[in-house]
């Protein structure tokens, strides 16, 4: 799966650590495929266009509830400083409405959003945009980003723990994943206002149903 988070100006150190993370461990002859993989993400990291992309690969995927989460605030931005409803979440990217009520709970207790109950209640950002960093969120609704088990020495069951050169490759990946969501903040990914805005409006008019349909 591939996610990208694009910025404009320079990039900074920590978003040019994903460059260069699968350049380690790689003088094992089985590390070739990772080794073109990594050669993509520093062609990449060069392009002055894409200077804040980070790339998940397929054994590295974020939760739905973590998607939504992010959506959830990501649309709070854009409507700020109004207030916006649970009901507004599902109808733009067609989510289950338990789970949009359950995530605006979690993130009203962290302190991310104001939430109001009754009629014309609803919720908002408690905080500036630029003041939510997306690692944050994503530490708030992963919890333990343990990609193997080997991650969690008091579960782990592998033998090769302590010397094994994928589990450091992997940790070091992990590490330079979250050091670019950390330099990442919900202004970025709601600073296309506009585009975004002019993307959802046919949905929230009803003029076409949202390609994610409610369960």
């Not at 209640?121 to 690692?135: K, Q, R, T, Y």
């Not at 033998?159 to 979250?178: D, E, W």
Request: with cysteine.
């Amino acid at each position: 799966m591939v996610v990208s988070a694009v910025k404009s100006g320079t990039m900074s150190p920590k978003s040019s650590v994903m460059s260069v993370v699968l350049s380690l461990c790689l003088d094992d002859p089985y590390w070739d495929s990772a080794r073109k993989f990594s050669d993509k993400i520093t062609k990449l990291a060069n392009n002055s266009i894409m200077n804040r992309t980070f790339i998940l690969g397929d054994g590295m995927k974020l939760t739905t509830y973590t998607n939504y989460a992010l959506r959830s605030l990501q649309l709070a931005a854009l409507k700020a400083p109004n207030r916006i409803k649970v009901d507004d979440v599902v109808q733009v990217h067609g989510l289950a409405r338990p789970h949009i009520v359950k995530i605006v709970h979690e993130l009203g207790q962290a302190g991310y959003l104001e939430t109001v109950r009754g009629r014309g209640g609803g919720f908002l950002l408690a905080l500036p945009p630029e003041n939510i960093i997306i690692g944050d969120v994503v530490r708030l609704t992963e919890g333990p980003l343990d990609l193997v088990e080997c991650f969690n020495p008091e579960k782990n069951t592998c033998p090769l723990i302590g010397i094994c050169k994928l589990s450091r490759a992997l940790q070091t990946a992990t590490k330079a994943f979250m050091a670019i969501l950390d330099d990442l903040t919900l202004a970025d990914i709601a600073s296309n206002k506009g585009e975004l805005l002019a993307r959802i409006a046919p949905i929230e008019e009803g003029i076409v149903a949202p390609m994610r349909m409610t369960r």
